[in-house]
C-alpha cells in the first residue's frame, strides 16, 4: 500500500504545484519565467521546482504527523 500514498502524495504535489505556479506566481514573473506552451523554457523550471517544493511540505507534514502518534 506504500506505492499507493507515494502516488497520491506525488499527485497532491503536482497540483498544488500547478496552481500555485500558474495563478499566483506566473502573473507577476516577467515574461522570461512565464512557461509558454508545448516549450521547454525557464517557466517549466520554475513550475517543476514549485511541485517539488509542494511535495517536500507534504512529506515534511506526513512524517511529522506519524513521528507524534504513540
Same mark, same amino acid.
Given at each position: 500500500?506504500?506505492?499507493?500514498? #507515494? ?5 497532491? !504535489?503536482?497540483?498544488?504545484? #500547478? ?11 516577467? !515574461? ?5 506552451? #508545448? /516549450?521547454?523554457?525557464?517557466? %517549466?523550471? &520554475?513550475?517543476?521546482?514549485?511541485? %517539488?517544493? !509542494?511535495?517536500? &511540505? &507534504?512529506? %515534511? ?7 507524534? /502518534?504513540?
Amino acid at each position: 500500500m506504500q506505492i499507493g500514498k #507515494n502516488f497520491l502524495k506525488s499527485l497532491i !504535489a503536482v497540483v498544488v504545484g #500547478n496552481l500555485f505556479y500558474f495563478f499566483v506566481l506566473m502573473p507577476h514573473l516577467p !515574461a522570461l519565467g512565464q512557461h509558454d506552451r #508545448n /516549450r521547454l523554457d525557464l517557466g %517549466l523550471v &520554475i513550475d517543476f521546482w514549485c511541485c %517539488l517544493v !509542494a511535495l517536500g &511540505i &507534504i512529506q %515534511l507534514i506526513t512524517r511529522r504527523k506519524s513521528q507524534s /502518534r504513540p
